[in-house]
């Protein structure tokens, strides 16, 4: 559905999702597995062209993912524990693998 959003979908001047930002993230869920994906609280694109998905566990911890045209950020927050922050990640094994292993502890 995100597909079918247009200039300015949230009146705002939002930008629609872009093709590189969509296909990063496909491959993104792709290389996470199905045991992290199957966590994903919700998914939804943001105004300037990408999209985030989030994980929320019981006790209210979060993982929060943006997927851009070239590289990823998310930051994680558990319990009692300030955020942590990871910006402007590559699309590699070792970025990937790190991100999971976060998913995995929510």
Known sequence: SFKSLNNNWDGYNAIPLEVESAS???????????????????FYPNTHGTISFEWVNESNEKLFVEVGNE??????????TKPKFFNDMEFNNENIKKLSTFIKSI
């Open 71 to 80: 590289k990823f950020s998310f930051f994680v927050k558990y319990n009692n």
């Open 24 to 42: 990063n993230a496909i491959f993104l869920i792709n290389e996470l597995g199905e045991k992290n994906v199957e966590k994903i609280n919700d």
